[in-house]
């Protein structure tokens, strides 16, 4: 494991460009890898999720490989049986995605993942699956990986599945019904969050030539069956959710920071940044495909947002908050106790030692600023949100922070510490 130290900073200063979106990088792997010919993705995010998908995409029969550019895909109109075990690492995007698309192919797949994979939930989508005609188990009875997914094609039919555990299921499930034997209707039983999430996958499939049918509020998807994949090049746009940190970073230190590579057309649902850190009283310029902050106006002020369509920003608000004047209510937080950590508890347990004056809720957290922020030694919990959150509080943090496993953040975003020490921050080691 690799301990980081970060020191307060008075001032950041610069321009770093965003990392490219791992979402979207995900989805055009994948896409791609079920279209039969070459495609290009360019400026692809490379990361240990994104390594994974890569490899579980070869596995289903896809030639990839690096080019200059980013990857050239050639994809296979049926995927294979694999040669052996489908290792997801900590990706819950690469297991959730890929099993209905080995379901697909004529053999047994198995799936797993490290630890933190392992504990994560997935009977909707297996349930949802043998109503489709699959059958697909999770080997433990728990409902989590390791799964094994009886192959010979999706049959299709009627399937009706939650959409308030995860919209990656649903991502999955439009993956690989395309390639039914009869038509689909997926019904979504619940209110759908996350719901950006699949308008990009919805977005990434009809640019490869898939269609689906679906009212505008997502309660239902019609697929027709028989669909092949066609081709697309894809040019990946900078992560919102990652370049949150970089805007939070400024905005606690009081700095003119640029972040380079966001469009502002974007789909992406952590584009709501913008909305938060205004109403905080951030002081932010957002051009056509980059985003300057300019400092905070007045101080910052508390604030209460729902996060149910990005609860991927709920790490960065949480630091703001700390920082902001008066109480900061952010809701809509339940399903963050299923990802690499339970995220609600970390950030409580991690920010607490710190200075925070936190409070968890049942679906979120409630903190009272401005918070007396101080050093100290910080556990990571092996999850990438909570070690660069925790890294941006520092910033802001009287004394000394040490950051242990800080190498968990290659899991999204691998540059992360690199470009804080660009625009300035007291970063030692890694």
Known sequence: ????????????????????????????????????????????????????????????????????????????????????????????STIRFMTPVFSLADGISVLTGNESLRRRPMEPLLVSLRQLG??????????????????????????????DISSQFISGLLFGTPKADTDTEIIVTTQLESKPYVTMTLNVLQSHGVEVGYPSDYSRFFVPCGQSYIPCNHLIEGDYSSAAFLLAAAFITDSRVKVANLMKGTLQGDRIIFQIIEKMGADVNVGEDYVEVHGVRR???????????????????????????DETNISGLKRLRFKESDRLSSLHAELKKMGAEIMVKEDGL??????????????SHNDHRIAMACAIAALGANGETTIQNSECVKKSYPTFFDDLRLLGADIVGW
Do not use: W
């Open 134 to 163: 699959v059958q697909s188990h999770s080997t433990r009875a728990n409902g989590c990986p390791p799964m094994i997914v009886f192959g010979g094609g999706i049959k299709g039919g009627k399937t009706s599945i939650r959409g």
């Open 299 to 325: 101080g910052l002020k508390g604030v209460n947002v729902d996060l149910r369509d990005a609860p991927d920003l709920a790490p960065v608000c949480v630091v703001l908050a700390c920082f902001a004047q």
């Open 366 to 379: 409630v903190i009272r600023g401005p918070c007396k922020m101080h050093g100290t030694t910080i556990d």
């Open 1 to 92: 494991m690799t301990n980081l130290l970060v020191r307060k900073t008075k001032k950041l200063g610069g321009t770093v460009k965003a990392p490219p979106s791992k979402a979207y990088t995900h989805r055009a792997l994948i896409a791609a890898s079920l279209s039969e010919g070459q495609s290009l993705i360019e400026d692809a995010l490379i990361c240990d999720d994104t390594l994974v998908t890569i490899k579980a995409c070869s596995m289903l029969g896809a030639k990839i490989r690096k080019v200059t550019k980013g990857f050239k895909v050639d994809g296979v109109a049926k995927p294979i049986t694999p040669e052996g075990v489908i290792h997801c690492g900590d990706s819950g």
